[in-house]
């Protein structure tokens, strides 16, 4: 039977059939749940804007939940607003940077508001250029981008941008830090470990509180596997003239990135 979470994210994205096409995995494999995975959390949240708080409350349990259980060490503290919302930032980069956007996710990131910031300003950006396309064209530009015939135009993996090959040191370096997160790889997860949407959703995690010590883990984390490259990645990203989607994500990574080297640099 499935739990309350699960029943109401699949109504809201239509049913098991949609919700597998936005996640990009197969419709018996969302049949199988009972719950939401922990690893699907921030994605089905972006998917379909039902709050983590509700598909999955033993993870993400609400200010009055949490109230009620009792005063918790510092290093289970509760995030903040700004962690929670560092959190969703994160994860929306791993949805858009893991699979190709479907219908539902297209419509989601339609909704995207900002202020006059800079990284506001990449949220309108964002926003428009959803509105602007469709999930076949959409689908196009990231198959293009990311998969292609052979490869994709771009290698978004630590290894590539640093040493120039796949599989390298990098890979090896988040796969410790991981190890000692207490991170296991999914199993359906077919991508190495140091992919950025693979690095952005571990970030999400981190951020929100799901595992990690705090603030020196997401710095340390940040420091290691994503300041030394992705940035570029994402510059690269963003200068893409046929991809206009695509290349608005790219702005976005890079805006919120700069912004997090910053602040980590301030916590020095």
Known sequence: MRDQGLETALRVAGGVVLLARDLGISQPAVSAWRRVPADRVLAIETITGVSRTILRPDLYPSVDDARREGPMSDAAAQPDDADLA???????????????????????????????????????????????????????????????????????????????????????????????LGIARAGTVHEPEDHIAILCEIMAGLAAGRFGDG??????????????????????????????????????????????????????
């Not at 020196?216 to 991809?243: N, S």
């Not at 997090?260 to 640099?265: L, Q, S």
Request: aromatic share 12%.
């Open 86 to 180: 560092r959190a969703h930032q994160y994860g929306l980069l791993a949805v858009l940077l893991g699979r190709e956007p479907g219908a539902d996710t297209l419509a989601a990131v339609a909704g995207l508001t900002g202020d006059p910031s800079p990284l506001g300003l990449t949220h309108i950006a964002l926003a428009e250029a959803a509105t602007e396309t469709d999930a076949t064209t959409a689908a196009r530009e990231y198959f293009r981008l990311f998969v292609g015939v052979g490869r994709g135009e771009f290698l978004p993996y630590a290894s590539y941008y640093l040493t120039g090959f796949v599989h390298e040191r990098p890979l090896a370096r988040v796969r410790e830090d991981l190890l000692r």
């Open 215 to 268: 603030l020196a883990t997401q710095k340390h984390f940040f420091e290691r596997h994503i300041e030394p490259w992705a940035g570029r990645f994402f510059a690269d990203l963003e200068a893409v003239a046929d991809a206009p989607f695509y290349a608005r994500v790219g702005a976005v990574g890079r805006t919120f990135l700069e912004i997090e080297a910053r602040a980590f640099d301030l916590d020095d």
